[in-house]
């Protein structure tokens, strides 16, 4: 019995002493499981299914546009996280791929959601610009105002400010979806959940779209910009602009004539012939007559911009990079 008893305490033991890294990855169900076999206190915890039920009860409660608004708004979540983890992963996101995986609000078409969410982004991302200019106005009047104190100069007086002694109302930001639309607070009210939360606001600065012959949305924080513009390139399908603007960017930037091989790549992934293809019309097209092509002596091909580099320079570096320094490791 006793090592029954004990086998029992150390399974408890392992499901409820796992590392903090462990713990992360337990889905809700599991973290409540954990705790209950740990012996630990749960009263803070709520059980997922009375979570859900709970949630069920409060949108069922809820009014047509309530529930409408609640949708919306966990629509647009799911979308903006979806645009970081895609970028993370090396991916652009288009407005079709919203429709594609069920993204889109019931009570919506597609290209009311597509507003929607640059209306959205487009919002959030203004807010940024006026709290960063209010920021900015507030220092230079703090230093204003030490100036004029230590000049000993009393500050100029507006004939038209409150005199009254009441202190001034301050505009405040206000940080609902809806309000973020251009409604007023008392719509965002009718609205319902979204007045639940005022603290809430959308945080979408890192949000950057490319224009081509679709929008591309990509998260700046998970992508760097140049990326980004190769995987624009390579989704426009746009083989000659994909050669010329990589050759010059390596050129002008690092300073060195890119490796055709390169552009097999991810994000590009050109096979041989269609590089060949795209030098070939950089050739006859006459547009680029600074983009040029030279090899190492082991036959690899480069691309380079003579606005950067000059003939001498790319033959050398090329060969350096094939033959010199593979040698020389």
Request: aromatic fraction near 8%.
């Amino acid at each position: 019995m006793n090592e029954a008893f004990e086998g029992r305490q150390a399974d408890a033991a392992a499901a409820g002493g796992v590392s903090d890294a462990g713990a992360m990855q337990r889905t809700p169900e599991e973290e409540f499981l954990a705790a209950m076999l740990a012996g630990r206190d749960v009263s803070d915890l709520v059980d997922p299914e009375d979570a859900r039920a709970a949630e069920e009860q409060r949108i069922a409660a809820m009014d047509d546009a309530q529930r409408e608004a609640y949708f919306e708004h966990e629509a647009l979540q799911t979308v903006f996280d979806d645009i970081r983890l895609r970028s993370r992963g090396g991916e652009l996101t288009t407005p079709d791929y919203w429709e594609s995986v069920d993204l889109v609000p019931e009570h919506m078409g597609a290209g009311a959601f597509t507003a929607l969410v640059f209306d959205t982004i487009i919002d959030a991302q203004a807010k940024v610009r006026e709290r960063r200019e209010a920021a900015e106005a507030a220092v230079v009047e703090a230093s204003g105002a030490e100036a004029r104190q230590g000049a000993d100069v009393p500050p100029p007086v507006d004939s038209d400010a409150d005199v009254s002694g009441e202190p001034a109302v301050q505009p405040v930001a206000s940080a609902t979806p809806e309000a973020a639309a251009g409604g007023s607070d008392e719509a965002a009210g009718d609205r319902g959940f979204a007045a639940e939360d005022p603290e809430e606001a959308w945080e979408l600065d890192d949000i950057a779209v490319l224009e081509g012959s679709s929008v591309y949305l990509y998260s700046t924080d998970e992508m760097s910009e140049s990326f980004a513009r190769w995987a624009f390139l390579a989704a426009e399908n746009d083989d000659v602009a994909t050669l010329v603007e990589n050759a010059r960017h390596e050129s002008k930037v690092y300073p060195r004539p890119m490796k055709a091989k390169s552009l097999t790549n991810r994000p590009v992934y050109m096979t041989a012939e269609r590089i060949a293809a795209a030098f070939e019309a950089v050739q006859e097209s006459g547009l680029y007559p600074d983009v040029k092509t030279c090899s190492a002596s082991n036959g690899d091909v480069y691309f380079y911009s003579t606005d950067y580099l000059s003939d001498a320079q790319a033959k050398a570096l090329a060969e350096w990079e094939s033959v010199e320094r593979r040698a020389n490791m």
